[in-house]
């Protein structure tokens, strides 16, 4: 991570008698990495006992400075999945996310994070939208269907 902008963001964590565990994210320019994490248990003498991380090492970083509103990439989501936004608050607390998302050949594209679905046709979805151009840079399916025998 010798990046000029990269650093890391603390997500979350818990503490018991035990030990502590910290997640963190990393950061270009303060803007967390959406797909980058990393796990650190402590024992309770604050001795790491495990780390595990999936940091990554970018070659380019669209720019920090979206060129679409939150608002836009929302309807372009929306037309993309046949969806309607639901603003609701995630982990990070926020209905909607801008993050980096590290994409094949290291490239780091921002987009926003937000939360779509169709009732109707029982959707439901994470919609990664390009903060600059308005693609679709990725979905995450929450519906898990199964047939049963």
Request: aromatic share 8%.
């Amino acid at each position: 991570m010798n990046q000029p902008g990269v650093g890391l963001m603390y997500l979350s964590g818990i503490s018991d008698n035990i030990s502590q565990i910290a997640c963190l994210s990393q950061t270009h320019d303060g803007i967390p990495i959406g797909n980058t994490t990393a796990k650190i248990i402590f024992t309770p003498a604050n001795k790491i006992r495990l780390y595990t991380c999936s940091f990554t090492n970018p070659i380019h970083f669209s720019s920090s400075i979206p060129s679409l509103s939150p608002q836009s990439a929302i309807a372009l989501g929306e037309t993309a999945l046949d969806a309607t936004f639901v603003p609701r608050s995630n982990i990070k607390g926020a209905e909607i996310n801008i993050e980096y998302l590290v994409k094949e050949h290291q490239t780091a594209v921002l987009v926003y994070g937000f939360d779509l679905e169709n009732e109707h046709k029982g959707t439901s979805w994470r919609a990664f939208v390009n903060a600059h151009t308005g693609e679709i840079e990725d979905v995450i399916n929450h519906v898990y269907r199964t047939k049963l025998f």
